[in-house]
């Protein structure tokens, strides 16, 4: 049983085990810059396009078939580079578990612990302490929490692993303390 958040101090630390894995990591990279790029403003962008190249066809003398042709094909062929840059997206942390250790069985973080010199994270090879004075951002979705580091994120908390809102009230506090810019839910 967990303790009440506003009885609980700051200066205790508080372990969550996890299991983040690749496909958490996924889809933690589709609320990235980028992610949210091409999720939100290049379909209009394409759209706009694709218009637009019917429109300037149109006025050069083409049909008004040729026209919504080659305005049909550009946004066709977005929408195939829209999906290209969104499964590259997806699989970049795969990509990137594999560069950097080697073999992703041995790099699970398999616990999160909150403590008041930043946030550590507990794998197999070893613990990486993630200072809360590096955390530039912090979004709390309904999936869970995002750390950002330098606008790159740095860690994903899956909200399946905690005990329910009183812990995640728990990681609010924390964030709250120590992250000036924190999107959070409650």
Known sequence: MLPEPQNVPH???HSIASDANVLDLGYASLYSRSGEFINVY??????VLSALFGFLAFK????ADTSAAISATTLFSAAYIRGAISLGLLLHPLYQTWKFAGALSTTK???HVFTADGVE??????PT???WNSISRVVETKKGFLFYRDGKLATFLPARHLEGPVEA???????RKN????TLRG
């Open 42 to 47: 290049l379909f209009p962008i394409c759209l």
């Open 121 to 126: 994270l507990e794998s197999a090879n070893a």
């Open 179 to 182: 992250v000036a810019n924190a």
């Open 169 to 175: 009230e728990l990681i609010r506090k924390f964030i």
């Open 129 to 131: 302490l993630l200072p």
């Open 60 to 63: 050069a003398g083409a049909s």
């Open 11 to 13: 200066n205790n630390s």
């Open 109 to 111: 973080t398999t616990a």
